[in-house]
């Protein structure tokens, strides 16, 4: 078989591959890594000009890739919410701290910053206003080519004594970002359906947003525990999420009320 005399050229610049879902697992410093896995799935999967700014980050695989987003952008810079420390710790990043650090990212890239905002219900704001402002958000960001990133958090009623007595009471659980790649169901009174990106063994699944259906109020935290706002009755969407095992709260039995809600998103809109 005669050989070829294609003569590849020597300052050939190296493929990085771009299928994929980002794993944070493969995030070589903390078991904490859906945020800077979720940042690497946004730019893999938007448009074009997002996909270049991901083939400049340096790193052979993905984990190395996380880490130089991770030192670069988060580790040694200030925090916007917690003002004596930086955006990194070992809880993972904040969400105004994430969206910080990516439209820093997206800055020196030359490309537009993303916008970020809690998705709690506003003052005097209907259930179905609320669920089609949160829905029309997430859409905005898809129409314009960009899969944004959704926080979600769990909180869970615990029981604690108190003195000779009980107190009950909600109590934050866990947080986790993915990234929402389509709206794949139509609105309905009841919510809609998410096909979104799972950082946690790096797959697709379905999430649910809904208003809370039962009539039952609870209370979730916009902001931190330090000096954010507990809300009460129905202040977010309720995102049903059987697959995301990082937001279920240990030690939870039939007894406890658990939930998690639809908390913040980061995209274009």
């Known amino acids: 078989m005669a050989q070829s005399d294609k003569v590849e050229p020597l300052d050939r610049k190296p493929v990085i591959p771009v299928a994929g879902i980002v794993d944070q697992r493969d995030f070589p410093d903390s078991i904490n890594g859906c945020g800077p896995a979720s940042i690497l799935n946004l730019l893999k999967f938007s ?11 340096l790193g052979p695989d993905e984990g190395i890739r996380m880490r130089s987003l991770v030192d670069k952008y988060f580790k040694n810079r200030p925090s916007v919410v917690y003002p004596s420390r930086n955006r990194w710790g070992v809880h993972g990043i904040h969400s105004a701290d994430l969206v910080s650090g990516l439209n820093e990212f997206l800055d020196e890239k030359g490309i537009p910053k993303l916008e970020g905002q809690y998705l709690d219900r506003q003052k005097e704001e209907s259930a179905s206003n609320h669920l089609k402002r949160c829905h029309d958000l997430i859409s905005a960001s898809l129409d314009r080519d960009v899969s944004p990133i959704l926080s979600l958090r769990s909180y869970v009623v615990q029981r604690r004594k108190e003195g000779e007595g009980e107190k009950v009471g909600w109590e934050t659980g866990y947080h986790h970002y993915v990234v929402v790649r389509r709206i794949s169901s139509p609105l309905l ?8 990106l799972e950082p946690y063994r790096g797959k697709k699944t379905h999430i649910y947003l809904h208003p809370e259906s039962n009539g039952q109020p609870f209370r979730a935290l916009k902001g931190l525990l330090q000096n954010g706002k507990w809300l009460g009755g129905e202040p977010f969407l309720l995102a049903l999420a059987p697959d995301l095992p990082t937001l279920r709260p240990r030690d939870v ?12 998103l980061i995209g274009a809109f």
């Open 253 to 264: 039995t039939w007894e406890h009320r658990y939930i998690v809600v639809s908390n913040f």
């Open 189 to 196: 009174e009841t919510g809609f359906e998410l096909e979104v």
């Open 47 to 57: 448009g074009p000009e997002y996909l270049s700014a991901y083939q400049t980050i």
